[in-house]
DNA sequence: TATGATTGTGGGAGCGCTCTCACAAATTAT
DNA sequence: ATAATTTGTGAGAGCGCTCCCACAATCATA
């Protein structure tokens, strides 16, 4: 009986190779050396009142000592939260992974996690396979405490009415195309796309085409609305025959550009600063300079849009704001329950650089 | 007491709005309403043997009609394994992430763990405050089974060693800088490098330049190191003055080019791709044409090495199967211990396009 | 037919926490 | 002084699983 007690004891704290004590160590082992008990343990671990400052001083040196660290499963288990957060990213912007925009927003969402001691779990669905599993393993239990959903094509937007039936705070990231009733952050696409094209028309140009985003995405639906209103409004002929539907690819840009380039725009708003990119490689290949014989202007102001050649003249997203407004939401539901599902617009701003020919009209004007 | 265990039972399989029910279902729960044990039905769960086919399938009915999902906190806890994978990105890195790199070799980590069923916990180090909170969170017990660490620069390395201490199964990203004894995938950027010089060497270039990458950290070390042996072996001088240390960053590699444009260099070895790009933009603005005037080669090949203008000849790096194998090995560590740490050196891959001037010397010698 | 091995099933003891409650001790109010 | 409150502490009952062991029923073997 001594010496299976006195195994146990062994087994719990073994020494390694550094000579670092390494141990699957509990509450109440700290509790014992402490000389109290294992609730009073726990309220000095968890910060809680209603313990003297002596015992507080020693149950805290014997932690310090032995390096103990809570069972985070077993935490998880008894108070049924997790501290852990769900980032889902539907099949259809995994190719757009390594575009600067989701790292980025990544970035954003990552930092606001840290910042509230929350753990970022990243769910990439890469296939219809991965989809399935992935449902399984954000709607289960006692893992995620909410849920991220980035909005994409609406044939991978199951995720949210899973999501909503199994009844897990989640917030939605960019508007989604089938559900009102669910919170979202997005970024005020329509206006954006209004401004951009504004500002074309402001600089005089009146034969203006269009990239779009695919029309399956509520992204592309929305910053062509936005397009589309500018020129009505400004009494601008919109020719159908300057839409030419893209994919947010570079290449996508760039073979939209060729079927845009026999129609003869004097500029085109570009959905996308990556297609913009492919839509400025188009035209050059064809003879023509960016700006002064053809403008573009883009939508995201990627890093890349300030060195590109020519500079792009973009719509900026707050795409770093938008992670963290986006956590918060998500926070705000898990510990407030489900009020009312709110809506976050997104302010975007115009930055002019050169690539819509505004610097050259500064000079003829000037 | 009936009215309280009626309450608890209304409390359980509360209805949704959709009138799909959601539940707080337990294994206890499915075994009453199958008429079998916890034990039977945590059988059927698992899909372990020495269960009667009649009696699973009754389960498997009622896991279906019910929803049921096992709870992963208290599967943690009683298994001791959660099925989560940690992938830590120094704060080294954290600019980055934005570059095409991290987001795919991500990419090609989340797939490995779909495939395998782990969960993948993204902690992106922003900050040294982020460090510290992630350091304890990543060493937390009952969270993670095992940790990718992203090998950086040596000022943040020591959490590889606090993974060591606390004998948490660990795969390094990249060949970490002050530890062999533990195991770590990496791409051969020695060869890698050594293989682009002598390309450039090849191609007739004898006055060859490189931008390296930071001189503290092991990749860039490499690179160099593979490049300058390139010249030492095949009797190439190598002017001190035609080496300029970059960040890996697009403006880095336009600065460094700019620096290196005085010294009139017939051809630049650009340790990343992004930073050619950089210098790229660098040469043309200073009326140089690529390739004609200078040859440039680069290393990772980016997505947009290829549609770059002109497109770079590269050095092309197997990220998304990089990532696979850490996976791999980081699993096998999990399922079967410390064996001796291993190190996988991946290889790499020369890519020609336009940059180099290859076509162009083609044309000539043709 | 008796014996042993195999298969199917249930019970029980954890896993390491949280959280409510009981209760003693110290404080304040009456 | 006593009663009422506040503060500090510990015991105990879970949280929902896994996994070992006991045991009955079935099968193969002698």
Redesign the interface.
Known sequence: MDFCEEFVKTNES?T???G?M?S?LTLEDIAEQAGVSRSTVSRVVNDLPNVSEDVRRRVLDVIQQTGY?????????ASQR?W?LG?VLPQSV?QF????Y???L??GI??AC?EH?Y????????SKE?EK??F??V?????LDGVLVQSGHHGDQQIIGHL????IPQVVLGRPQHFDNVTFVDVDNVSGAYNAAVHLIRLGYRRIATITGPSLSAVGLDRHAGFTKALSDRGVKLDEALVIEGDFT??GG?YAMQRLLPTRPEAVFVASDLMA??AV?AA?EAGLSVPNDIALIGFDD???AA?N?PPLTTIRQPVVQFGIRAVELLMDLIENGIHPPRHVIMDTQLIIRDSCGAIRKDLISG
Chains 1, 2 share one sequence.
């Open positions: 073994a390694n190779l550094t670092v390494v699957n660290h809570p069972n985070a499963a077993a935490r998880t288990l997790s852990t980032l995994f992974f390594t575009d600067p989701f790292p980025h990544t970035k990552a930092q840290n001691n753990t970022l779990a990243l769910y990439l669905v890469s991965d599993k992935i399984t393993r709607t289960r239990k006692g893992l909503m039936d199994a009844n570079e290449a760039y990119i492919g490689r050059r990627v890093p890349l060195t050649d």
